[in-house]
């Protein structure tokens, strides 16, 4: 049985509880550490989810020869320095996403990683969740026939508080559709077939409030089979018990509908209709990311979410903002 691998946390804020909550039914093969600005925090979370090193800094961390693998949990503007500081230390990488913010620091870090011979995974979980997995399978094996339109809505009113670093655009990347919503954008264009134009539409914007981020966006787009699609995105609109929601592939064979959150999938066309319900135990993806990354170091073989692949969504996310920003997209390459 291989050793443990050896991950510290790069932050501890809100995402690293939700990456460690999940990380517990994978403590025989991954083994944490957390490194926060403030040492006390680090070794609170320490303490809370049997971690085994507390750090007072990022450095630390990234130097200990103890550390395999680090995840880079802090706002996105930061990502780029702590994953190539990490890979000149000769570890391996999970950088959250949005991993970057222009294309040129994917081209360096790709380098980078190629130079230390290490494996860098995007924490896209969202590629990873039950949901997704059933939606590939379902167009791959032709459960709608040729899809023809595909609808997807995320739409919940979740303000966040006034000290939240996601209000400051300069250290989020952007606003909340590039930080957030560029989950949704890699479900619609992970599919199978993929995304090839995308358009941004977005609404006069509300700056009231604690909450003073740009919080919604309409996304058209076109698949490379000539498909066309929608996304719909807010975080200031109320929906069904804060957060239910549809979406649907429509084919010229059947429709397939399904809870944007992942409870069931249902299909209709010329068979008899079939509900599924992909699973709820890892409803989110995290423990399947983590097992694709543990995979990818052990066997070296490149990760689903690999920098080369979410490249892709970036270049989409460049797309979207300079047609709704023509003088300059936000984040751009």
């Not at 503007?77 to 000149?88: P, S, V, W």
């Not at 070296?300 to 979410?310: K, N, T, V």
């Amino acid at each position: 049985m291989p050793d443990p691998l050896r991950l510290a946390f790069l932050g501890c804020g809100f995402i690293t509880r939700v990456h460690s909550r999940h990380l517990r039914a994978l403590r025989r093969d991954i083994v944490c550490s957390y490194a926060s600005r403030e040492r006390a925090r680090a070794e609170a979370f320490r303490r809370e989810f049997a971690g085994e090193a507390a750090y007072a800094d990022y450095g630390s961390a990234i130097a200990d020869p103890r550390i395999d693998a680090v995840a880079v949990a802090v706002p996105p503007r930061f990502h780029y320095d702590l994953t190539m500081q990490a890979l000149a230390a000769g570890k391996h990488v999970l950088v959250e996403k949005p991993a970057f913010l222009h294309l040129a620091e994917y081209v360096a870090a790709i380098e980078a990683r190629h130079r230390a011979g290490r494996v860098v995974l995007v924490g896209e979980n969202d590629h990873y969740k039950p949901l997704a997995v059933c939606l590939r399978r379902l167009v791959r094996e032709g459960a709608i026939g040729e899809m023809v339109f595909a609808y997807f809505a995320t739409i919940v009113k979740r303000l966040k508080p006034a000290d939240d670093w996601r209000n400051d655009e300069i250290v989020a990347g952007g606003d909340a559709f590039f930080e957030e919503g560029i989950h949704w954008l890699h479900v619609a264009g992970s599919l199978g077939p993929r995304i090839t134009t995308a358009h941004g539409y977005r609404p006069a914007a509300s700056r009231t409030g604690p909450d003073r981020r740009i919080k919604s966006m309409i996304v058209a787009f076109q698949y490379d089979n000539q498909a066309v699609g929608s996304l719909y995105y807010s975080r200031e609109i109320p929906s069904l018990l804060r957060g239910l929601r549809l979406s649907k592939l429509y084919g010229r064979e059947g429709i397939v509908t399904f809870e944007s959150n992942g409870l069931f999938v249902l299909v209709r066309g010329n068979r008899i209709p079939r509900l599924f319900v992909p699973g709820v135990r890892d409803i989110r993806g995290y423990r399947a990311m983590y097992r694709d990354f543990l995979h990818a170091i052990q066997t070296g073989a490149p990760p689903q979410m690999s920098l080369e692949r979410a490249m892709d969504d970036h270049r989409l996310m460049d797309q979207i903002y300079a047609s709704v920003e023509p003088s300059g997209a936000v984040a751009a390459g």
